[in-house]
């Protein structure tokens, strides 16, 4: 067995390595709360915090708000309810999502 100290490139090495070690941890550390957040947030109403509800209306999936009785769509839901003309309530539909439309794209 021999008392030499480490060579300088040990001490690099194991000192880089480390640093690695931390940064992998810290990466895993947080991608695991970002998702940790996302789980506690998911089907959540937007405006209130309550459970959404995943209900039919003219054949379309929207999701309702148990307490405030919000409605929210999930990308092109809306844009199938103003095709139903059944739905009575296309043309209100149509204005809003044309109005959402212009908004993102800045008309």
């Not at 199938?80 to 209100?92: D, M, R, V, Y």
Request: aromatic share 8%.
């Amino acid at each position: 067995m021999t008392t030499d100290k480490p060579s300088r490139s040990e001490e690099e090495y194991f000192a880089k390595r480390e640093v690695e070690l931390r940064l992998a941890r810290k990466q895993a550390d947080d991608e695991a709360a970002s998702d940790e957040e996302r789980r506690s947030h998911y089907m959540k109403c937007p405006k209130c915090g309550a459970n959404l509800e995943i209900e039919e209306y003219h054949g379309i999936e929207i999701d309702r708000c148990s307490e405030c009785n919000g409605i929210w769509f999930d990308a092109g839901e809306a844009e199938l309810l103003t095709e139903k003309e059944s739905a009575g309530f296309g043309k209100i539909f149509a204005s809003m999502v044309r109005g959402v439309r212009a908004k993102k794209t800045g008309e």
